[in-house]
């Protein structure tokens, strides 16, 4: 299995201010034949599931602001946060989609300082 | 509108039986892969299973292989998880979860697009 780590674990950052989340797969998900990253970003705020944020790495998806942006490839992939809003504070999750199991870091909580 | 509403969680004893159901609106159902989901309380997200369109392949977890089967009903646009011999380590919310569509019925890998609300599973004496 693909074992996928965050860092850091929790995260406060003020308003308006930007925030990092950080992620390390243990094995490449960049797939050769196509040069894409089987890589993906999730947000999920207390009581809700998760919202998908960004997929192969770094195509935001369909309504999301354009402050959240995901780079990267290969086995290190970054989510940035430009100018942090009170609605952004959850938990950040990233995943990998390049093989089954489909597996996810631990999760980073972001919270407001 | 995408729409999945699972439901069938509730509290069951250590190696007892729950069928848990996704009801899907909003899109072709029988088009998508379809995924399971959990989150223990207060932990991550972990994988659980997989099928394709039609129900003709599905994957498991190691966790849960042997124990639970994934299975659909097209005509009724619904998923489900059939979960025997329950453990205390099963407890969690469990997510159905639609990927990207994918073409090929034999292999999928693209990320979810949507998830349900999530129904919670205890298992406990």
């Known amino acids: 299995d693909i074992v996928m780590t965050q860092s850091p674990d929790s995260l406060a950052v003020s308003l308006g201010e930007r925030a990092t989340i950080n992620c390390k797969s243990s094995?490449?998900?960049?797939?050769?034949?196509?040069?894409?990253?089987?890589f993906a970003w999730y947000q999920q705020k207390p009581g809700q599931p998760p919202k998908l944020l960004i997929y192969?790495?770094?195509t935001r998806e369909s309504g999301v602001p354009d402050r959240f942006s995901g780079s990267g490839s290969g086995t290190d992939f970054t989510l940035t946060i430009s100018g942090l809003q009170a609605e952004d504070v959850a938990v950040y999750y990233c995943q990998q989609y390049y093989s089954i199991p489909q597996t996810f870091g631990q999760g980073t909580k972001l919270e407001i300082k | 509108e995408v729409q999945l509403v699972e439901s069938g969680g509730g509290l069951v004893q250590p190696g007892g039986s729950l069928r848990l159901s996704c009801a899907a609106s909003?899109?072709?159902?029988?088009?998508?892969?379809m995924h399971w989901v959990r989150q223990a309380p207060g932990k991550g997200l972990v994988w659980v299973s997989r099928?394709?369109?039609?129900?003709?392949?599905?994957t498991y977890a190691d966790s849960v292989k042997g124990r639970f089967t994934i299975f659909r009903d097209n005509a009724k646009n619904t998923l489900y998880l059939h979960m025997n011999s329950l453990r205390a380590e099963d407890t969690a919310v469990y997510y159905c979860?639609?990927?990207?569509?994918?073409?090929?019925?034999?292999?999928?890998?693209?990320?979810?697009?949507?998830w349900g609300q999530g129904t919670l599973v205890t298992v406990s004496s």
């Open positions: 099928i394709n369109g039609d129900g003709s392949s599905t």
């Open positions: 979860a639609r990927v990207e569509y994918c073409s090929d019925p034999t292999s999928c890998y693209t990320w979810f697009d949507h």
């Open positions: 909003g899109f072709t159902f029988s088009r998508y892969w």
């Open positions: 094995q490449s998900v960049l797939y050769s034949s196509n040069s894409k990253n089987y």
């Open positions: 192969w790495a770094s």
